[in-house]
């Protein structure tokens, strides 16, 4: 039996997947395989290191900081969310809360992380096995928003982030054999997505990345077609997806310290459906 769970990002929103990953350390559940795309990449580095708590400082205080997101990021590394700051100089050994490496690679969870390929527009999965020490570069180049910061670069390659080519990554937790599947969403599972949304960010990447601009413009309606393949599959009892019932107007990059740590809690409860599925 191979319990997944797939945890699909949206940015600070994601604080409600740091409440379903922090729930499930409290009750001594570890799967066999996960998919994090965007900031649920960084959930999953932090549930692989069995840091519980940890992810919730970087929503709630972190963010705060100018050196986070803003003009200083900007000034300081080229792009409005400084990925380098945050999952280097806060993450690396010595850093503010570094991320237990050791304890990382020795989780016997397989973890792949989603980003997409600049050039080709495609998805690129990583393997958290592969991470060296003191460079998270797959989850920067997964968390690497378009528009908002300039493409991330890993081995000569520039990655823009996962949620451009495969948003909810449900047939790549089929190909790695799962049987029970988990997707945590971060809005409700009813929420209306415009098929034009991400238009004006497309036509800023089209000059220089027509491929990654392509896939962005359909990033929505793949989401979409992923998301009534896990409905079906839950209507089947081989799925489970535990989303937020009402998020407010909460945005990508909401830095609302009331409104996060309330989508935490819900989080937190929201993952006792978890408990009685895989039990």
């Known amino acids: 039996m191979n319990n997944s769970i797939i945890d699909v990002g949206g940015g600070t929103r994601d604080i409600y997947g740091a409440g379903v990953f922090d729930r499930l350390m409290d009750e001594g559940i570890v799967f066999d395989t996960m998919i994090g795309v965007s900031a649920g990449a960084a959930?999953?580095?932090?549930?692989?290191?069995?840091?519980?708590?940890?992810?919730?400082?970087?929503?709630?205080?972190?963010?705060?900081?100018?050196?986070?997101?803003?003009?200083?990021?900007?000034?300081?590394?080229?792009?409005l969310l400084d990925l380098d700051y945050i999952y280097g100089a806060l993450s690396n050994e010595g850093g503010e809360y570094p991320l237990d490496y050791d304890s990382y690679i020795a989780s016997p969870m397989r973890l792949f992380i989603v980003a997409t390929d600049a050039q080709?527009?495609?998805?690129?999965?990583?393997?958290?096995n592969d991470t060296p020490r003191n460079s998270y570069d797959?989850?920067?180049?997964?968390?690497?928003?378009?528009?908002?910061?300039?493409?991330y670069k890993v081995d000569g390659r520039e990655?823009?982030?996962?949620?451009?080519?495969?948003?909810?990554?449900?047939?790549?937790?089929?190909?790695?054999?799962?049987?029970?599947l988990v997707v945590v969403l971060t809005k409700p599972v009813g929420t209306a997505l415009s098929p034009t949304r991400n238009n004006l960010a497309a036509k800023a990447l089209r000059k220089k990345y027509p491929a990654a601009a392509a896939s962005l413009e359909i990033s929505n309606e793949r989401y979409c077609h992923s998301l009534k393949k896990a409905l079906a599959a839950q209507d089947e009892g081989r799925?489970?997806?535990?989303?937020?019932?009402?998020?407010?107007?909460?945005?990508?990059?909401?830095?609302?310290?009331?409104?996060?740590?309330?989508?935490?809690?819900?989080?937190?409860?929201?993952?006792?459906?978890?408990?009685?599925?895989?039990?």
Request: proline share 6%; charged share 25%.
């Open 239 to 279: 799925c489970l997806i535990v989303a937020p019932d009402d998020i407010g107007d909460m945005g990508t990059l909401s830095k609302d310290k009331d409104a996060l740590d309330a989508l935490y809690k819900k989080g937190y409860a929201d993952a006792e459906k978890i408990v009685g599925f895989l039990g």
């Open 43 to 79: 959930n999953g580095a932090s549930y692989c290191a069995s840091q519980r708590g940890r992810n919730y400082v970087f929503y709630t205080e972190y963010v705060q900081r100018k050196e986070y997101l803003g003009p200083v990021a900007f000034r300081n590394s080229g792009s």
């Open 120 to 128: 080709t527009g495609k998805p690129v999965y990583f393997d958290k």
């Open 159 to 180: 990655y823009y982030d996962g949620g451009l080519s495969d948003p909810l990554p449900f047939e790549k937790a089929k190909e790695l054999g799962s049987d029970k």
């Open 138 to 151: 797959f989850v920067k180049a997964s968390s690497c928003l378009p528009v908002v910061c300039r493409p």
